[in-house]
T-cell receptor
Framework: ETGVTQSPTHLIKTRGQQVTLRCSSQ?????VSWYQQALGQGPQFIFQ???????GRGNFPPRFSGLQFPNYSSELNVNALELDDSALYLC????????????FGAGTRLSVL | AQSVTQPDIHITVSEGASLELRCNYS??????LFWYVQSPGQGLQLLLK??????LVQGIKGFEAEFKRSQSSFNLRKPSVHWSDAAEYFC????????????FGAGTRLAVHP
């Protein structure tokens, strides 16, 4: 049990639609990172938020955006969905402190038809 | 560019046998190194990490890993595998100080025969 919960568990959308994925972190975890894991691949870093500001982005287009809220929850928004966006989306939160371990949620499985 | 290579896509071992999963990284300096495990329908669980110091690190569930700078490797080992160890294993690297921005390998799927 990592204390990181993601919703929904599964989601089906059609090409061109928009989607919002949600993540709830542990209290005190002020950094959240989002990853995309395509089938058969390792997770790819999308972006990171620290104290409600984007603080690093991977090689993903602007239609991938995020929000982080003061209550340790966060969102990943994807506009104009493409078939290749079908993947498992993982949220990871990091505690403040020397260890800085990332705790991962179980993910949201997005299917784009 | 930083990258992580896990040469073995699938590995099958018998229960009780020893295990070694390979990981090689490409990075200019010494990065932070991690091994994660992912069971079906689960998120990633951290097995162990290396930041500095002793190059042999111990993790949870009886796993250990050895950092070898000369070989740019961080191989994961377990002396005796249990059936519950069947899962996917990911090696990851983060630039020093940027350990929230993990770069993962493609993973190694471990099957355990009784």
């Amino acid at each position: 049990e990592t204390g990181v919960t993601q919703s929904p568990t599964h989601l089906i959308k059609t090409r061109g639609q928009q989607v919002t994925l949600r993540c709830s972190s542990q209290s005190g975890h002020n950094t959240v990172s989002w990853y995309q894991q395509a089938l058969g691949q390792g997770p790819q870093f999308i972006f990171q938020y620290y104290r409600e500001e984007e603080n690093g982005r991977g090689n993903f287009p602007p239609r991938f955006s995020g929000l982080q809220f003061p209550n340790y929850s966060s969102e990943l928004n994807v506009n104009a969905l493409e078939l290749d966006d079908s993947a498992l989306y993982l949220c990871a939160s990091t505690s403040a402190g020397p260890e800085n371990i990332q705790y991962f949620g179980a993910g949201t499985r997005l299917s784009v038809l | 560019a930083q990258s992580v290579t896990q040469p073995d896509i699938h590995i099958t071992v018998s229960e009780g046998a020893s295990l070694e999963l390979r990981c090689n990284y490409s990075y200019g300096a010494t990065p932070y190194l991690f091994w994660y495990v992912q069971s079906p329908g689960q998120g990633l669980q951290l097995l162990l990490k290396y930041f500095s110091g002793d190059t042999l690190v111990q993790g949870i569930k009886g796993f250990e890993a050895e950092f070898k700078r000369s070989q740019s490797s961080f191989n994961l080992r377990k002396p005796s595998v249990h059936w519950s160890d069947a899962a996917e294993y990911f090696c990851a690297v983060a630039p020093s100080g940027g350990y929230n921005k993990l770069i993962f390998g493609a993973g190694t799927r471990l099957a355990v025969h009784p």
